[in-house]
T-cell receptor
Framework: EAAVTQSPRNKVAVTGGKVTLSCNQT?????MYWYRQDTGHGLRLIHY???????EKGDIPDGYKASRPSQENFSLILELATPSQTSVYFC???????????FGPGTRLTVL | GEQVEQRPPHLSVREGDSAIIICTYT??????FSWYKQEAGAGLQLLMS?????DRKEEQGLTVLLNKKDKRLSLNLTAAHPGDSAVYFC????????????FGSGTQLTVMP
């Protein structure tokens, strides 16, 4: 079974609306990450977490919030979505002290 | 901070040919190097990783070369087949225990029958 799952897989939102992207991992990893993937930029880190209750800003956090209510779940929240946030979003998990990350299948978000 | 450049952005080869993708990085303290494969509509899957004390690693038709002097990392797919068609990313980190990966911009590889 897939160890990192994301929902929804596709989402269309309107400008100014609130969007929540969810991620669940069964790897029992402490660290979790949210990235966005845009053509020509590779993956860029938005927020990450060291464990339940922890959220930290990554390289491009503006316009995003994150929530880590449990070891398994990590959410990315767009309070006021904008068209510039149209992208593919990936969640990943990793073991504490390890660089290897395990990725979910991605969520394609379109903001109209 | 660390800068990673990856080339080429697109690569087409015939089945059975080799395909080479190169990344250069800027931070001489970089200690962990990895390559990921992303198939259409899917997440990233780790292919291979090496630490800075390794110059060459081979596994199942893949060769990773690390040139620390030139700060260059390469992935060589020998005898590519159509199933290798995907986007490939390099990702590096300051240490094997670090949480932060810096990704290259990706290479779209197409292997033609």
């Amino acid at each position: 079974e897939a160890a990192v799952t994301q929902s929804p897989r596709n989402k269309v939102a309107v400008t100014g609306g609130k969007v929540t992207l969810s991620c669940n991992q069964t790897n029992n990893h402490n660290n979790m990450y949210w990235y966005r993937q845009d053509t020509g930029h590779g993956l860029r880190l938005i927020h990450y977490s060291y464990g339940a209750g922890s959220t930290e800003k990554g390289d491009i956090p503006d316009g995003y919030k994150a929530s880590r209510p449990s070891q398994e779940n990590f959410s990315l929240i767009l309070e006021l979505a904008t068209p510039s946030q149209t992208s593919v979003y990936f969640c990943a998990s990793g073991d504490q002290g390890e660089a290897e990350q395990f990725f979910g299948p991605g969520t394609r978000l379109t903001v109209l | 901070g660390e800068q990673v450049e990856q080339r080429p952005p697109h690569l087409s080869v015939r089945e059975g040919d080799s395909a080479i993708i190169i990344c250069t990085y800027t931070d001489s303290a970089t200690a962990y190097f990895s390559w990921y494969k992303q198939e259409a509509g899917a997440g990233l899957q780790l292919l291979m990783s090496v630490l800075s004390n390794v110059d060459r690693k081979e596994e199942q038709g893949l060769t990773v070369l690390l040139n620390k002097k030139d700060k260059r990392l390469s992935l060589n797919l020998t005898a590519a087949h159509p199933g290798d068609s995907a986007v490939y990313f390099c990702a590096v980190s300051a240490s094997s225990g670090s949480w932060q990966l810096i990704f290259g911009s990706g290479t779209q590889l197409t292997v033609m029958p």
